[in-house]
């Protein structure tokens, strides 16, 4: 039997979704899925309601948009195993042990809580990332290094953490909105439960946002922008009193130092 439900929101853009499955295919853990269809119009549903691949399969269809956080609050409620992974439907994954290495990165250290496949080891006090500690294992240019690395926060193209830590801390906050700022805040709860954040290196391709703001989203360009800057000052109100955060140790603090003043004087990092 699986422990992992992986639960993907999906809104049109069934090319994708597709090829997403068809990534997870050589996927070495079993695992069931939830897929929260949010009023596709684009075929999504038929090829749901027939689905050819071998993972037990959870369908649930909303009748319009509900937006991406109402719908994984919807998805993890849905799910029975131990662990639940939430999947952007527009991420092609290159490794068939990615979930096994996120699972590991639970089980061989229990003071992980959240793991994911990108993420920041520091926040500003406005809740902005500091972009030069981003930690990422895209396939295209990975920056992280080794196994696994602390971040403050993980994004949520991938979020894999135990049920069990969802039920305790209330899901995703809705009041976020249509897309941004759930997953800097779900990361913030769990560090709030005194649980560490990781990146894991697993590789993975990203379509990047085609969902929001392709000509079939409900939220275009503007709006969309609008949101992030509301969901971004929502984050920094909510948690000033652990802004900003770094987890980088004072040796990584002062070489990340010296190679943005090299950088900032048109020298070589050092």
């Given amino acids: 039997?699986?422990?992992?439900?992986?639960?993907?929101?999906?809104?049109?853009?069934?090319?994708?979704?597709?090829?997403?499955?068809?990534?997870?295919?050589?996927?070495?853990?079993?695992?069931?899925?939830?897929?929260?269809?949010?009023?596709?119009?684009?075929?999504?549903?038929?090829?749901?309601?027939?689905?050819?691949?071998?993972?037990?399969?959870?369908?649930?269809?909303?009748?319009?948009?509900?937006?991406?956080?109402?719908?994984?609050?919807?998805?993890?409620?849905?799910?029975?195993?131990?662990?639940?992974?939430?999947?952007?439907?527009?991420?092609?994954?290159?490794?068939?042990?990615?979930?096994?290495?996120?699972?590991?990165?639970?089980?061989e250290d229990p003071s992980v809580g959240l793991a994911g496949l990108y993420g920041v080891k520091r926040i500003r006090r406005n809740g902005r990332y500091a972009g030069r500690t981003i930690v990422h294992c895209l396939a295209e240019q990975p920056t992280i290094m080794g196994d696994r690395v602390e971040v403050a926060a993980v994004d949520g193209v991938c979020l894999f953490l135990r049920r069990g830590v969802l039920e305790a801390i209330g899901g995703f906050d809705e009041g976020y909105g249509f897309f941004h700022g759930y997953d800097r805040d779900l990361s913030f709860k769990v560090r709030e439960t005194k649980r560490r954040c990781v990146v894991v290196n697993?590789?993975?391709?990203?379509?990047?946002?085609?969902?929001?703001t392709s000509s079939e989203a409900p939220v275009q360009l503007a709006d969309d922008l609008v949101q992030r800057r509301e969901a971004l000052a929502r984050f920094a109100r909510r948690w000033r009193h652990r802004l900003p955060a770094d987890v980088r140790g004072a040796r990584e603090r002062f070489a990340d130092l010296l190679a943005g003043r090299s950088e900032a004087e048109g020298g070589r990092p050092l």
Wanted: with cysteine; charged share 20%; proline share 7%.
């Fill in 202 to 212: 697993a590789p993975f391709f990203h379509r990047g946002g085609g969902t929001r």
């Fill in 1 to 107: 039997m699986s422990r992992v439900t992986l639960v993907m929101v999906v809104f049109n853009r069934f090319s994708l979704t597709r090829a997403c499955l068809e990534s997870l295919r050589p996927t070495t853990v079993p695992f069931s899925l939830v897929v929260v269809d949010n009023g596709s119009t684009d075929g999504t549903g038929e090829f749901f309601r027939k689905f050819p691949y071998p993972y037990p399969l959870s369908y649930h269809r909303n009748p319009e948009n509900l937006g991406l956080i109402r719908a994984l609050n919807q998805g993890w409620r849905l799910a029975d195993r131990e662990f639940v992974c939430f999947l952007h439907n527009d991420t092609e994954m290159r490794e068939p042990a990615w979930l096994a290495r996120l699972a590991a990165a639970m089980d």
